[in-house]
């Protein structure tokens, strides 16, 4: 039978060799701030944010861009606000992975909020899986973790390219998940579904021209949107909902809503379409939370056309 799940990666001497070194530093700076009280962090998280703007300057411009084209309608003051408050979601977004890491359960219990997850309950205790789609706010890190303590989850894994960063990535993340599957294993995720687990699919970034229709996302009219999350609903026994983590005054949110009816209906466009409509709705609780600095439309439905970033 077939491993569907992503192997552990094991602690490696070489680890220890110079070329890790600045990896090492940037770990324990980290592991070392996660203890910090978390009043603390938040400060430190804006002035990490202020650094970004500096350090990836491509990235600020991305997502003042995307802000321009997603909301026309607003005053260049209100884009402005949500962008510099976005910077600063991004220096916490930092420190909201370490806390995920390597924060003892009983401390991310005391920063953890559930609204609707009796709707996972009321899934599972019909014998199916479960499906949430979730949307790339940037304390998706730590979410997962809170997340995990009323399920442990089954999720899609993308290795990381250092591989101290990829066995640290792995160990922190597996605390929240169940077992994870490689990127690409779309029989891997299916399986998870089939057995009754609770899987995690986002849905809301450009994956390419591959398996995508063009619909509307905010005010850009024609935006690829992958369909493979059709896919997973359609063949696998298995009900749908939707997730936003949004980070309150007093913690982090784990908002559950409720799966589209007559869902997947057959017409993929119509389907995607209002996928995106949910995913604006789950974004608008909190936009200065979201992931702007990605090139969300860089896809475009006619290959030679002019790029919407310059």
Not at 24 to 49: A, D, K
Not at 104 to 132: H, M, N, S
Not at 225 to 235: E, I, M, P, R, Y
């Amino acid at each position: 039978m077939r491993d569907k799940k992503v192997r552990a990666p094991k602690f490696s001497w070489s680890f220890l060799l110079p070329n890790y070194w600045l990896t090492w530093l940037s770990i324990i700076l980290l592991y070392t701030i996660s203890w910090l009280p978390y009043r603390l962090q938040l400060w430190l998280g804006r002035g990490l944010g202020q650094l970004i703007k500096l350090l990836a300057a491509k990235r600020y411009q991305i997502a003042k861009r995307n802000l321009e084209l997603c909301f026309p309608d607003y005053s260049p003051q209100q884009r402005s606000q949500i962008l510099e408050a976005n910077v600063a979601n991004a220096g916490m977004a930092l420190l909201e992975t370490s806390m995920g890491w390597w924060w003892p359960t009983w401390r991310v219990a005391r920063k953890a909020e559930f609204e609707g997850y009796e709707q996972v309950d009321a899934i599972l205790a019909k014998g199916k899986g479960v499906l949430v789609y979730a949307i790339h706010n940037m304390n998706l890190e730590f979410s997962c973790r809170v997340a995990g303590l009323k399920i442990p989850s089954v999720a899609f894994y993308r290795k990381h390219n250092n591989k101290l960063m990829d066995y640290m990535q792995y160990h922190g993340r597996n605390r929240s998940n169940k077992y994870m599957v490689h990127k690409r294993d779309i029989r891997g995720l299916m399986s998870a579904l089939n057995e009754k687990e609770v899987c995690f699919y986002l849905p809301d970034q450009d994956y390419g021209r591959n398996k995508c229709e063009f619909t509307p996302f905010f005010a850009v009219p024609e935006v690829a949107t992958t369909t493979g999350s059709l896919l997973f609903a359609s063949q696998a026994n298995c009900e749908t909902l939707f997730l936003a983590s949004i980070r309150t005054k007093t913690g982090y949110k784990i908002k559950i809503f409720p799966g589209l009816e007559n869902f997947p209906s057959g017409d993929d466009n119509y389907d995607v379409a209002r996928m995106n409509r949910k995913i604006e709705e789950m974004i608008l609780i909190a936009p200065e939370q979201y992931l702007w600095m990605h090139k969300r439309f860089k896809t475009r439905p006619d290959p030679n056309g002019p790029s919407l970033y310059g």
